[in-house]
C-alpha cells in the first residue's frame, strides 16, 4: 500500500473487484434488480397492490447486492440500506411511517453527501438548486400539515444539498440527484394535497429508482476511478 493509498479513508476506497465469477454474478444480480423494478412499476401501473408490496422491499438490497459485487465502499452500501429503510415505512400509510421513512432517507443523503466529499460543483447550479428550494418549500409550506411543515423543509435542504453536491461526480450521478429531489417532490405535493399527475406513485417509484440506480453506479464508477489514481500516486 502506498503512503497515498494509506491516507484515504476506509469508506472512500473501493474493494477489491471480482474476477470473471464476479462479473456473472454482478450481471446477475443487475438483472434481478431491473426485473423487480419492472414488477413494481408494472403494478403501480396495473394498481396491482399486493405485487407493489412484494416487490418493493426487493430492490434496494438487490443494488447493494450489485453494487458490493463491484467494489462499492461502505459508504454507498449505507446510503443505499437507508433508502431500503424509508422504502419499507412508506409502505405503511401513516404519519408516524410517513416520518421514519423521511429520516431513513435523510440519513442516507447524508451518508451521499460524505461519500461525495469536497469535490467542486457548479456554483450557478447551486443557485438554481437553492432558488428551487426556497420556490418549492414556500409555495407548498401553507398546505402542508402544521406538524410537518419544520421536518419537510429541513429534509428539503438536506435533499437538495445532495442533489447538488452529486453534480460534482458527473453527469451520471447529477442526474440522479435530480430525479432524487424529483421524486421527493413529487411526494411532497401529495402531503400538500396539490393536483397530481396519474398514477403518481408510478412516476414517484420510477424517477426514485432511476435517482438510486444513477446515484450508485455514478459514485461507484467515480470512486473506483479515483481508487485507482491514489494506487498509482
Not at 412484494?54 to 438487490?62: E, I, Q, S, V
Not at 412508506?90 to 404519519?95: I, N, P, R
Not at 428550494?133 to 421536518?151: E, N, Q
Amino acid at each position: 500500500m502506498s503512503a497515498a493509498e494509506s491516507r484515504t479513508p476506509s469508506w472512500a476506497r473501493p474493494a477489491p473487484a471480482g474476477g470473471p465469477g464476479g462479473a456473472a454474478a454482478s450481471r446477475a444480480l443487475l438483472g434481478a434488480f431491473a426485473a423487480a423494478a419492472a414488477v413494481d412499476l408494472g403494478s403501480l401501473l396495473a394498481d396491482w397492490h399486493l405485487g407493489h408490496v412484494l416487490a418493493k422491499p426487493l430492490l434496494m438490497p438487490l443494488l447493494v447486492a450489485y453494487v458490493i459485487t463491484r467494489g462499492a465502499p461502505r459508504l454507498l452500501v449505507a446510503a443505499l440500506l437507508f433508502g431500503w429503510g424509508g422504502d419499507l415505512a412508506l409502505l405503511f400509510d401513516a404519519e408516524a411511517a410517513f416520518l421514519i421513512g423521511m429520516g431513513s432517507f435523510a440519513v442516507g443523503h447524508v451518508c451521499y453527501l460524505v461519500l461525495f466529499g469536497r469535490r467542486p460543483a457548479n456554483p450557478l447550479l447551486g443557485g438554481a438548486y437553492l432558488l428551487a428550494l426556497l420556490g418549492t418549500v414556500g409555495l407548498m409550506w401553507p398546505d402542508l400539515p402544521a406538524d410537518l411543515r419544520i421536518p419537510v423543509a429541513g429534509y428539503s435542504l438536506l435533499l437538495t444539498a445532495m442533489a447538488f453536491r452529486s453534480s460534482a461526480l458527473g453527469i451520471r450521478a447529477g442526474t440522479g440527484g435530480a430525479l432524487f429531489l424529483i421524486s421527493d417532490t413529487l411526494i411532497a405535493t401529495g402531503v400538500a394535497d396539490w393536483p397530481q399527475l396519474p398514477r403518481p406513485d408510478f412516476w414517484i417509484m420510477a424517477t426514485y429508482l432511476a435517482a438510486q440506480y444513477l446515484l450508485a453506479t455514478g459514485a461507484l464508477t467515480r470512486t473506483q476511478a479515483y481508487g485507482r489514481q491514489v494506487i498509482q500516486d
